[in-house]
Nanobody
Framework: QVQLAESGGGLVQAGGSLRLSCVVS????????MAWFRQALGKEREFVSA????????DYTDSVKGRFTISRDNDKRTMYLQMNSLKPEDTAVYYC?????????????????WGQGTQVTVSS
């Protein structure tokens, strides 16, 4: 059974940084594309960033380009999201997700496995 566990969330002031981590267990990790999504209070879960199994291709939603960086370490079975220049509108629960295939997708329904989420709160 696949399990994803996020960590690294917290409270930070606007302009600050956080690094989220997602550890994968119970499944072959290196062949899966993975992604970060987020859900703000009262809003739908939205795509943030995705990465292929090799790390050679990445994708970002426009609002985080230039501020967030996704990466993965297959040896450690861990994916990361480095978040810099955080804004209050980045406040949300952040979820990591994995899909059975190796290609990037931005649609929520294309991901098969989800973590429980980690809260990120950015104060103004």
């Amino acid at each position: 059974q696949v399990q994803l566990a996020e960590s690294g969330g917290g409270l930070v002031q606007a302009g600050g940084s956080l690094r989220l981590s997602c550890v994968v267990s119970g499944h072959t990790f290196s062949s899966n594309a993975m992604a970060w999504f987020r859900q703000a209070l009262g809003k739908e879960r939205e795509f943030v960033s995705a990465i292929t199994w090799s790390g050679g291709s990445t994708d970002y939603t426009d609002s985080v380009k230039g501020r967030f960086t996704i990466s993965r370490d297959n040896d450690k079975r861990t994916m990361y999201l480095q978040m810099n220049s955080l804004k209050p509108e980045d406040t949300a629960v952040y979820y990591c997700a994995a899909r059975s295939g190796s290609f990037l997708y931005t649609g929520r329904s294309t991901y098969d496995y989800w973590g429980q989420g980690t809260q990120v709160t950015v104060s103004s």
